[in-house]
């Protein structure tokens, strides 16, 4: 070893110590929350890099999030003290996939510029397949489709292997809609997100060569959060650490809570069957939490049988306890967090006085994110949303990107369905038909098929000129463009330093504001008279702006849709919100954990599924929720909630019945309740010491009737059962009703956009926005696509 200082080791306990040091061969290192696995894994790369065994592009590092890379790269570059010349492969399995193929795209029939589909080109795609196929899509929807396909490849079943057990899906037509998707996206020159890793398997499968050059070049491979890997990502590692074996995965059972997406903690289990003589390291001293925190967390996650078992201690002082609480609906509750975040923040509730950057809000579910957004706006409350993709979700948006795309990748022919005729350019669904026909005669993209359309005098009328200048313009923004480069396989020299081919005529900043203004598309805002609008045309300079941070537009195109956090770039403090799948491996001094209620969290799918499987991934999630907590935790639910102006009750979450009371402390609201502020007592059980704030807002309220505040006092008395319900309704019925959420935005074919208020058996209660509260069969619903 290089004789240079190693700080970063002292930092370290034994255990952690020698995960570090054992750089040859496999270590496994399973550990629950907060016990470091993070921090070694990153002084792991550190040693590395310190002691000269490898060079930054050797490392290939896999973290969850985006955020998470970042995070890491900042922490390596710290605790060497120097910056270091990038590290390529340090990224999620989705972004370091993407650079891969790029660079092989020609071995599964792609071009190295091919587009990803975000899901709503998935979902469209797929319509245009099932009605092709002659099949009724109301009856099949296509988005189950589309969650059979997606789920066979994060299997890594490609079309030719699926296996005959499932070959009965979507009444036995998935197998050959699976295959003729597939195909079309390569005619489209396009991948979704599951193809990411599942053309990287293929490749490496069978292109032994390919796979050769990639093993001797990622010499150190590590895996944090490992716990919630599919088999396609399993697969991918498991081929590059064959032959060297140097691969490090850290991870935790216990906070495995991607299963609905396909991840298998199993491969945690198998990690020493395949890597036989593995150095395991298990860390049981936790550095984050306090013991109340700490005790709590572990009261709920031993709800679980199905775990591995590890009990955690931590040398920190006890602190405060989990504080509970109480409201009488979903508005009070975020009211109540606004103005005990602003007293934190003050130091007035004889805590430490901490920033807004201390503080983070978890949700269950991102619609519960817009009470808080509301009330946060009207106080003036600087927050932020990480992890939700919902800036570039958004109509104006999704138009932009779609004309982006389209200079970037003329092939791709959903973006140019999307435009053709946005902003109206007399372009009905006859003259795209036309274009389709003659596309599909000529084998080419709709672009091309459009300039034929015109060449030939297919298209009439102001139609015609209007899309003869489409071409012409998309071709022109194109020449405008930096030329892409196509990337040799043998070649792994990072995209960016490449040198580029032709010059740019403008930056890709002014191109983007040229496309947005000469197709006509500002404009057509800029004429819309509905209140929408100027947000609109708000959203569209903030697009604009968005592109700074990119090289080109292909750049940004491929951050856009492999965006998790949209918090960048802005000073000054702020609260965080974002739901507990996005919380993973992060940590705050202060977070807030609201409705904790039954049917919100747990969601109602889980608590309908036949088999505790949702269930305890579910509990999981209030582990990993608790867990985030350094030294203040709060936990609420609220009685009742309005959803698209419906009121609904509910319970309190059976997990709430599941912390210990010891650890925790129930607060009643400051106030208004003439209780004051501060403990309020357990009284029988955990719900049952909630009465009293509620019971005098009932009152004030005079709403002792409601059927939440009835339930709401049963439950004080009874703790119900956590099995699953019994139900006369059909498995079909069922099936079709699990897959819908409280509070959901939905679509009905006959009585439009609502939301679920309620279900019940195989009927889906449903506050319609124009035709009031009915009660629907679930088959006849689809979930809402806006
Ligand atoms: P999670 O399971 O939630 O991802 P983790 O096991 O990855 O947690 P880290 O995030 O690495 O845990 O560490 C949790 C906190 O403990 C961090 O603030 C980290 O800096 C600190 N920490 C880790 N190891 C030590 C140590 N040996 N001494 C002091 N602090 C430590
Ligand atoms: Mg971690």
Redesign the pocket.
């Known amino acids: 070893m290089a004789a240079r200082p190693t700080p970063y080791l002292d930092?370290?306990?034994p255990a952690?110590r020698a995960a570090v040091e054992a750089m040859d061969g496999p270590v496994l290192m399973l550990?629950?929350?907060?016990?470091?696995?993070?921090?070694?894994l990153t002084s792991r790369i550190v040693h590395m890099l310190m002691t000269g065994r490898a060079r930054p592009p050797e490392i290939l590092a896999v973290t969850f999030t985006n955020k998470a890379a970042r995070e890491m790269k900042e922490r390596v570059a710290r605790m060497l003290g120097q910056p270091i010349e990038g590290m390529p492969w340090l990224g999620t399995f989705h972004s370091i996939c993407v650079k891969l193929l790029r660079r092989h795209a020609e071995l599964v029939g792609l071009k190295s510029n091919f587009t990803i589909l975000d899901t709503d080109d998935q979902l469209r795609l797929l319509k245009q397949l099932v009605q092709a196929a002659g099949i009724d899509d109301k009856r099949w929807p296509a988005r189950q489709l589309a969650g059979i396909i997606d789920d066979w490849k994060n299997r890594a079943i490609t079309p030719e292997r699926v296996p005959t057990a499932d070959a009965g899906a979507y009444n036995h037509k998935a197998p050959r809609l699976y295959a003729e998707y597939q195909t079309r996206l390569r005619e489209l020159n396009a991948v979704d997100f599951g193809d990411l890793l599942l053309h990287m398997v293929t490749i490496f499968q069978q292109h032994p060569d390919v796979l050769e050059q990639y093993q001797r070049w990622f010499r150190f491979i590590l895996v944090?959060?490992y716990q919630d890997t599919n088999v396609a990502q399993y697969l991918w590692l498991r081929l590059l650490a064959s032959a060297h074996k140097n691969i490090c995965c850290?991870g935790?059972d216990d906070?495995s809570i991607y299963g609905w997406r396909g991840a298998e903690v199993g491969n945690i289990l198998r990690f020493e069957k395949d890597f036989p003589g593995a150095h395991v390291v298990r860390?049981e001293q936790n550095?984050?939490s306090t013991p109340h925190i700490l005790a709590a967390a572990s009261g709920v996650i031993r709800g679980n049988s199905d775990r591995l078992g590890k009990e955690l201690w931590t040398e920190a002082q006890d602190g405060e306890k989990v504080r509970l609480i109480g409201h009488w609906d979903g508005e009070e509750e975020a009211r109540w967090i606004g103005e005990e975040i602003e007293a934190i923040q003050r130091g007035t509730r004889g805590m430490r006085p901490y920033t807004l950057d201390d503080m983070a809000i978890l949700v269950r579910a991102s619609h519960q994110m817009r009470a808080f957004e509301d009330r946060f706006l009207t106080i003036g409350l600087p927050y932020k949303v990480i992890g939700g993709p919902r800036f570039y979700e958004r109509l104006e948006i999704r138009d932009a990107m779609a004309y982006f795309r389209l200079v970037v990748s003329p092939d791709d022919d959903l973006a140019f369905e999307r435009i053709v005729n946005t902003p109206k350019r007399g372009l009905g669904d006859k003259a795209q038909q036309t274009i389709q026909r003659i596309a599909r005669a000529n084998g080419v993209s709709l672009v091309d098929g459009a300039a034929l359309a015109v060449e030939m005098g297919e298209i009439k009328g102001k139609g015609a000129k209007a899309l003869a200048q489409l071409v012409t313009d998309l071709a022109r923004w194109r020449r405008m463009t930096r030329a892409v480069v196509p990337v040799q396989s043998d070649d792994i020299i990072d995209d960016e330093t490449r040198p580029m081919e032709g010059s740019p005529e403008v930056s890709h900043i002014e191109l983007a504001q040229i496309i947005l203004d000469e197709s006509g598309y500002t404009e057509m805002w800029q004429n819309d008279k509905t209140p929408e609008a100027p947000g609109r045309l708000e959203n569209l300079k903030e697009l604009v702006k968005a592109l700074e941070s990119f090289e080109n537009l292909q750049g940004f195109l491929e951050h856009v849709a492999l965006i998790m956090d949209n918090d960048k770039g802005d000073e000054g403090a702020k609260v965080s919100i974002m739901t507990l799948h996005a919380a993973?491996?992060l940590?705050f001094p202060v977070v807030f954990l609201p409705g904790w209620e039954d049917g919100l969290f747990p969601s109602q799918r889980s608590m309908d599924e036949s088999g505790l499987k949702g269930l305890e991934e579910e509990r999981r999630l209030a582990y990993v929720g608790i867990?985030?907590a350094e030294e203040v935790c709060t936990i609420s639910f609220a009685g009742n909630r309005r959803i698209f102006g419906q009121w609904q009750s509910a319970l309190p979450s059976r997990f709430i019945d599941e912390l210990p009371e010891e650890h925790v402390e129930v607060l009643t609201p400051p106030g208004l309740y003439g209780g004051g502020y501060g403990a309020a007592g357990m009284g029988g059980g955990m719900s049952g010491g909630m009465s009293s704030g509620v019971e005098a807002r009932a009152a004030e309220a005079n709403v002792y009737n409601s059927p939440g505040w009835k339930r709401l006092q049963e439950r004080s008395q009874q703790r119900p059962i956590s099995q699953p319900r019994e139900s006369r309704a059909s498995a079909i019925d069922l099936e079709a009703v699990s897959s819908f959420t409280m509070g959901e935005r939905v679509f009905h074919q006959k009585f439009g956009y609502g939301a679920i208020i309620g279900i019940e058996g195989d009927k889906l209660e449903v506050a319609f926005e124009k035709a009031g509260t009915k009660k629907v069969v679930a088959r006849f619903l689809s979930a809402s696509d806006d």
């Open positions: 930092e370290l306990n952690q550990a629950g929350a907060g016990t470091g696995k993070t921090k070694a944090d959060e850290v935790d906070q860390l550095y984050r993973k491996g940590e867990t985030r």
